[in-house]
């Protein structure tokens, strides 16, 4: 996956995968009810997920819901797979 422009401390850029982690651990749901709305080919419960997504984790609400346009289940499946 790539990277993100959300960047650390020391100006290092955060890959998607590393945002979802995070995201898991400060989060009410996890990365794993996305993964199972993907498996499902559930867009709409997705999307549902990714509006909870608090609003520091924008950038990753934004390239999750670029996924879901684009009908990429498969990626956001790998993307979550590894949380």
Not at 19 to 40: D, P, R, V, Y
Request: with cysteine; charged share 25%.
């Amino acid at each position: 996956m790539g990277y993100t422009k959300a960047e650390n401390l020391a100006g290092e850029f955060y890959s998607l995968e590393k945002l979802c982690e995070i995201l898991s651990q400060n989060w009410q749901h996890s990365a794993a009810a996305i993964k199972m709305a993907a498996i499902a080919v559930d867009s709409d419960r997705i999307m549902e997920l990714i509006d909870e997504i608090p609003s520091n984790y924008l950038i990753l609400a934004t390239e999750l819901s670029t996924l879901v346009r684009k009908y990429s289940f498969d990626k956001i499946i790998a993307l979550t797979e590894k949380l």
